[in-house]
Nanobody
């Protein structure tokens, strides 16, 4: 069973940067579609960014120019690079990937458990 684990969260000052990672706990073939979401306290989960199997990346307007999504060359780890962080970026960040576990299999969607990002001075 594939499980996704996010890492890289923590406490950062306003204006700072963090890079979140999302990796599977077992060996996989590759990520096809990768996505990042976040959920702030008492708010709904918010979609942030996606990357396609061809490597086309896009982010929502609210974080464009500050956040970017990428994968490693093997397409097994998903990243979210965040810069110029603001207090309103404080949230739990989740990855959501379509993963091909077996090279002969089909993509299956998985969620990570989330990593806390707190932006505060």
């Amino acid at each position: 069973q594939v499980q996704l684990v996010e890492s890289g969260g923590g406490l950062v000052q306003p204006g700072g940067s963090l890079r979140l990672s999302c990796a599977a706990t077992t060996n996989i073939s590759r990520i096809t579609y990768g996505r990042w979401y976040r959920q702030a306290p008492e708010k709904e989960r918010e979609f942030l960014a996606t990357i396609t199997p061809e490597g086309h990346a896009s982010v929502v307007d609210s974080v464009r120019g500050r956040f970017s999504i990428s994968t490693d060359s093997a397409k097994k780890t998903l990243y979210l690079q965040m810069s110029s962080l603001k207090p309103e970026d404080t949230a739990v960040y989740y990855c959501n990937n379509d993963i091909i576990a077996d090279p002969k299999g089909k993509p299956t969607n998985y969620w990570g458990r989330g990593t806390q990002v707190t932006v505060s001075s």
